[in-house]
C-alpha cells in the first residue's frame, strides 16, 4: 500500500487533473451526445485500460523506448487521429430526420467504442508525460513497487471513469436540448465537428 499521506494527495491531485477537459473527457461529452451514456460506456471502458496501460508502461519505463523510437508514437498518433476524424465525418453525414428513440446513422460496434477509447489513451502524448512526471512522486522506493502501482492505478481508472462520465452525462443533456424541434441536424453537425477536432487535436498534438 502507498502511504497514506501520499495518498491523500494523490486523489484529489489526479481527480483535478482528469475532470479538466481534454481529448478524452471531449471525446466522452461527444459520444454521449450522438449515443448516449450507456453505449458510450463501452469507449469509457477502453479509455480506462489504455490510462492503465499507460501508467503501468511509464513507471516500468517502457515510455523511454517509445521516446526512442518517435515515429512508432507519431504513426500511432496519425493513424488515431484519422480514424476520429473519419467517424466524425460519418456523424456528419448522418440521418438528420431522426427522433430520439430511433437509432442513428452513426450506429458504431461495441468493439469500435472500445478501440476508440483506448487508442485515443495510449496515443496521447501528455497522457504519457503527465504519468511520467505525476506518478513517481508517489511511489516510495522503501516500499514493494507492485501493490503501490496497483493502488494508484485503480484510482486513476476510477476517477477517470468518473469525469468521463459526468463529461458524457452532459452531452446527453445537450443532445436532449438540441433535438427538440428541428435541431436535431446541428445535434449530429455539432457532435461529428468535435469528433474531428479530437481526432486533429490527437493526430498533432506534441
Known amino acids: 500500500m502507498p502511504d497514506l499521506t501520499l495518498l491523500a494527495a494523490f486523489i484529489p491531485t489526479f481527480f483535478f487533473v482528469s475532470i479538466t477537459p481534454g481529448m478524452c473527457m471531449t471525446l466522452a461529452m ?3 451526445m450522438s ?3 450507456r453505449r458510450t460506456l463501452w469507449m469509457m471502458i477502453g479509455e ?3 490510462v492503465a496501460i499507460v501508467a503501468i508502461a511509464a513507471v516500468l519505463g517502457v515510455a523511454s523506448i517509445m521516446l526512442n523510437s518517435p515515429e512508432l508514437f507519431t504513426g500511432l498518433k496519425w493513424l ?3 480514424y476520429l476524424g473519419y467517424i466524425g465525418i460519418k456523424m456528419w453525414r448522418a440521418n438528420t430526420s431522426i427522433s430520439l428513440n430511433q437509432p ?3 450506429d458504431v460496434s461495441r468493439h469500435a467504442l472500445f478501440s476508440q ?15 511520467l512526471s505525476l506518478l513517481p512522486p508517489f511511489i516510495d522506493i522503501e516500499r514493494e513497487v507492485a501493490p503501490q502501482l496497483m493502488v494508484l492505478v485503480s484510482i486513476i481508472m476510477l476517477s477517470e471513469l468518473i469525469c468521463m462520465t459526468i ?4 452531452g446527453k443533456s445537450l443532445r436532449l436540448f438540441l433535438s427538440r424541434g428541428d435541431n436535431i441536424k446541428w445535434l449530429h453537425r455539432i457532435a461529428g465537428s ?3 477536432v479530437v481526432g486533429f487535436w490527437l493526430a498533432i498534438d506534441n
Open 194 to 196: 468535435l469528433m474531428i
Open 48 to 50: 480506462v485500460i489504455g
Open 167 to 170: 463529461y458524457a452525462t452532459g
Open 104 to 106: 442513428t446513422d452513426y
Open 35 to 37: 449515443i448516449g451514456v
Open 117 to 131: 477509447g483506448l487508442v485515443t489513451a495510449i496515443a496521447n502524448p501528455k497522457g504519457w508525460a503527465f504519468m
Open 30 to 32: 461527444t459520444l454521449g
Open 80 to 82: 488515431g487521429g484519422a
